[in-house]
């Protein structure tokens, strides 16, 4: 079992940036993680990856502006997201999958883009 928490999510100004964190219980190592985001009424939509091996993946929505990194030593992966839109505004998700077990999902952590 893997439990993650997410935090740095919050209101920001559109142009803004903010930092999410996803910290993890247990070793992340060999685990593939990505962040999702689900805003009202809609469903939940894949962000950004990163491989166990270190390769990222983005949406196309926020290439350029969102970068995924993970720091095996202190089981985390962060989101540095730049140039925030109001179209950004989402609950965003952790989640964490490695071969033959279900994924983990973390709570969540709210993003507000507006002015």
């Known amino acids: 079992q893997v439990q993650l928490v997410e935090s740095g999510g919050g209101l920001v100004q559109p142009g803004g940036s903010l930092r999410l964190s996803c910290g993890a219980s247990?070793?992340?190592?060999?685990?593939?993680m990505c962040w999702y985001r689900q805003a009202p009424g809609k469903q939940r939509a894949l962000v950004a990856q990163?491989?166990?091996?270190?390769?990222?993946h983005y949406s196309p929505s926020v290439v350029g502006r969102f970068t995924m990194s993970r720091d095996n030593a202190k089981n985390t992966v962060a989101l540095q997201m730049n140039s925030l839109k109001p179209e950004d505004t989402a609950v965003y998700y952790c989640?964490?999958?490695?071969?033959?077990?279900?994924?983990?999902w973390g709570q969540g952590t709210q993003v507000t883009v507006s002015s």
């Open positions: 989640r964490a999958s490695r071969a033959y077990e279900s994924p983990y």
């Open positions: 990163i491989t166990s091996s270190g390769i990222t």
């Open positions: 247990g070793s992340i190592f060999d685990m593939d």
